[in-house]
T-cell receptor, first 112, second 114 residues
Framework: AQSVTQLDSHVSVSEGTPVLLRCNYS??????LFWYVQHPNKGLQLLLK??????LVKGINGFEAEFKKSETSFHLTKPSAHMSDAAEYFC??????????FGPGTRLSVLP | ETGVTQTPRHLVMGMTNKKSLKCEQH?????MYWYKQSAKKPLELMFV???????ENNSVPSRFSPECPNSSHLFLHLHTLQPEDSALYLC?????????????FGDGTRLSIL
């Protein structure tokens, strides 16, 4: 069975400093992995996806994530946080024959 | 701009009312989904439709009744809801439901049950 753990429910960074949002997954097979962002009163927007190609995945708005099979991790990073990055971030795992499984989310706060 | 449009954005209803949520996608996708998002809980998948056929009902109470008349439209009919049904209801679509395809979400309907 697949599952997703987001290790931090809340991360706070200063504007211009790096962002690290952690995600670990459990999957029986080769998973597909996604990161989504949700701003207040909005739906989920796809940031990036991993589907068994390059392990370092670049997404929108300067975000990227690295798939590490040995660590079963798919952490999201950004070199320099912007105020507009403040939102809720969801890590998602999917495998053949199964629906999306969402992590509980990490709320990112960006301080001026 | 979103390719998935949900109406209404906000809905307040009493427990004895009947209402419907609407979702329309303009992406040419064949799979559509209903999710429930409650505070402090992960997203819960409710229903999946693939090529207009329901392929998943995640043990959802019968007071929620989905309808998918075509690949572009998805409805959620609501009847005799409970206070715990207050939540954000999100609709999503994907190309044809395969595991490596991202889902595209609407902005949701915020439902409040009085």
């Amino acid at each position: 069975a697949q599952s997703v753990t987001q290790l931090d429910s809340h991360v706070s960074v200063s504007e211009g400093t790096p962002v690290l949002l952690r995600c670990n997954y459990s999957s029986s097979y080769s998973p597909s992995l996604f990161w989504y962002v949700q701003h207040p009163n909005k739906g989920l927007q796809l940031l990036l996806k991993y589907t068994s190609a390059a392990t370092l995945v670049k997404g929108i708005n300067g975000f990227e994530a690295e798939f590490k099979k040995s660590e079963t991790s798919f952490h999201l990073t950004k070199p320099s946080a912007h105020m507009s990055d403040a939102a809720e971030y969801f890590c998602v795992v999917s495998e053949e024959g199964q629906n999306f499984v969402f992590g509980p989310g990490t709320r990112l706060s960006v301080l001026p | 701009e979103t390719g998935v449009t949900q109406t209404p954005r906000h809905l307040v209803m009493g427990m004895t009312n009947k209402k419907s949520l609407k979702c329309e996608q303009h992406l040419g996708h064949n799979a559509m989904y209903w999710y429930k998002q409650s505070a402090k809980k992960p997203l819960e998948l409710m229903f999946v439709y693939n090529f207009k056929e329901q392929t998943e009902n995640n043990s959802v109470p019968s007071r929620f009744s989905p309808e998918c008349p075509n690949s572009s439209h998805l409805f959620l009919h609501l009847h005799t809801l409970q206070p715990e049904d207050s939540a954000l209801y999100l609709c999503a679509s994907s190309q044809d439901g395969k595991v490596n395809q991202p889902q595209h979400f609407g902005d949701g309907t915020r439902l409040s049950i009085l």
